[in-house]
């Protein structure tokens, strides 16, 4: 099992910024992959970033590419998502998830991932 806690999110005006961080704990050394995702109100969820644990590959959901930047910090098992030029349609409740290895490995599917944080609410006023 891993645990996952995500913290960070709040109300920002657009143009702002702001990092969230997903706290990661329990069998942490079966993760291949972390991801962001968010889900708007009415929306489905959607991908945003996610990070590959052995090669540091990282992917970008079309909407954030140039503005939102994932990165780690092995020491603290905590993955972070750094938010620029958020836009009011950013606003989501924002998730991260762990995929443990199961053979292919699509970052960018929900499905593909086997935990989940309780998500942090992001809102960006225009």
């Known amino acids: 099992q891993v645990q996952l806690v995500e913290s960070g999110g709040g109300l920002v005006q657009a143009g702002g910024s702001l990092r969230l961080s997903c706290a990661t704990s329990?069998?942490?050394?079966?993760?291949?992959?972390v991801g962001w995702f968010r889900q708007a109100p009415g929306k489905e969820r959607e991908f945003v970033a996610a990070?590959?644990?052995?090669?540091?590959?990282?992917y970008y959901g079309d909407s954030v590419k140039g503005r939102f930047t994932i990165s780690r910090d092995n020491a603290k098992n905590t993955v972070y998502l750094q938010m620029n030029s958020l836009k009011p349609e950013d606003t989501a409740v924002f998730y991260c998830?762990?995929?443990?290895?199961?053979?292919?490995?699509?970052?960018?599917?929900?499905?593909?991932?086997?935990?989940w944080g309780q998500g942090t609410q992001v809102t960006v006023s225009a």
């Open positions: 998830a762990a995929g443990v290895a199961k053979g292919s490995y699509y970052p960018r599917a929900p499905s593909w991932y086997d935990y």
């Open positions: 329990g069998r942490t050394f079966d993760t291949v992959a």
């Open positions: 990070s590959s644990w052995h090669d540091y590959n990282t």
